[in-house]
Nanobody
């Protein structure tokens, strides 16, 4: 299984980015997709998750600003990031697991494969 996050970049506060997670080696339709954020010098934390059934969950810090989605036909996951803040800066990684979203977001279950992340920098 391979996961590749992309779409990061440098934006000003208030800006937007759309991250993509390309998954290969499995049929994504049966898996939950989760996004994680690791700020400089801090531990990785769960940001958002979408279950195989399409139910979404978000960390409190991103509710109302981020939107997660998936395209099973393309084996892709997405994270639309709006109203970005400097605290959103960091590396974003994705994971695909046969697990509950609440377990993935809290890292009660740690994904076995994070894939290569993408760097987001929010700065004026």
């Amino acid at each position: 299984v391979q996961l590749q996050a992309s779409g990061g970049g440098s934006v000003q506060p208030g800006g937007s980015l759309r991250l993509s997670c390309e998954v290969s080696g499995l049929s994504l339709r049966h898996y939950a997709i989760a996004w994680y954020h690791q700020a400089p010098g801090k531990e990785r934390e769960g940001v958002s998750c979408i279950s195989a059934a399409g139910t979404t969950e978000y960390a409190d810090s991103v509710k109302g600003r981020f939107a997660i989605s998936r395209d099973n036909a393309k084996n892709m996951g997405y994270l639309q990031m709006n109203s970005l803040k400097p605290t959103d800066t960091g590396v974003y990684s994705c994971a695909a697991e046969l697990a509950r979203c609440d377990h993935l977001l809290t890292l009660y279950i740690r994904p076995g494969n994070w894939g290569r992340g993408t760097l987001v920098t929010v700065s004026s």
